[in-house]
Nanobody
Framework: QVQLVESGGELVQAGGSLRLSCATSGRTFSISHMGWFRQAPGKEREFVAVITWSAGSTYYADFVKGRFTVSRDNAKNTVYLQMNSLKPEDTAVYFC????????????????WGQGTQVTVSS
């Protein structure tokens, strides 16, 4: 089992920045990659970004490229999502998730999920 706890979500004005954190514990040696997803009211959960656990390779959804950066601190077993130039349409609950394999953009590949943290961007 892997446990995930997100933090860092809050209300911010458009153009502002936030850094989300995802602390992991448990069988972290089984993790192949860590993803960030988000879900806005009435919408499906969508892929935002991913980082591979060992090599640190990153991939992003087109709508966050150049604005969001995913990183990890293996010593702290923590993954971060730095979000800059935030827009009202970024408002959503953000989830981190851990996968032991599978396609990084497919939420069904992720076996472990955090509880989510609310990000609200005001215009």
């Amino acid at each position: 089992q892997v446990q995930l706890v997100e933090s860092g979500g809050e209300l911010v004005q458009a153009g502002g920045s936030l850094r989300l954190s995802c602390a992991t514990s448990g069988r972290t040696f089984s993790i192949s990659h860590m993803g960030w997803f988000r879900q806005a009211p009435g919408k499906e959960r969508e892929f935002v970004a991913v980082i591979t656990w060992s090599a640190g390779s990153t991939y992003y959804a087109d709508f966050v490229k150049g604005r969001f950066t995913v990183s990890r601190d293996n010593a702290k077993n923590t993954v971060y999502l730095q979000m800059n130039s935030l827009k009202p349409e970024d408002t959503a609950v953000y989830f981190c998730a851990a996968a032991t394999g599978g396609m990084y953009y497919n939420r069904l590949a992720y076996a472990y999920w955090g509880q989510g943290t609310q990000v609200t961007v005001s215009s």
